[in-house]
């Protein structure tokens, strides 16, 4: 599973670096990311879920309660074909 670091940045870079590597992850036919925006205000966290929930390939993925999440990163599942029928199309 991929991870994507955006914390720690500002705003649009947050935003240009999580657009790139979920679409790099998408190409790549990758099925789960973990991106990592950190805890803080909570402002790159708000700007990921939004990025995630208005993309057509992306869906978040709720946490079972039983089991305690890091509440600085979020789980995101690539909805993409498989990675032999993306590798056709590279081809």
């Given amino acids: 599973m991929r991870t994507i670091y955006i914390r720690k940045l500002r705003f649009e870079e947050a ?16 099925t789960y990311v973990e991106i990592l925006h950190g ?14 929930t208005t993309s057509g390939f992306l869906k978040l993925v709720e946490s079972d309660p039983m089991f305690r999440q890091n509440p ?3 789980l995101v599942e690539i909805l993409a074909p498989s990675k032999e ?4 199309l590279k081809a």
């Fill in 15 to 30: 935003r240009t670096k999580l657009e790139r590597e979920l679409h790099e992850a998408f190409m790549d036919g990758e």
């Fill in 39 to 52: 805890i803080g205000e909570g402002v790159l966290r708000r700007m990921a879920i939004d990025y995630v």
């Fill in 72 to 74: 600085g990163s979020t």
């Fill in 85 to 88: 029928y993306i590798n056709r």
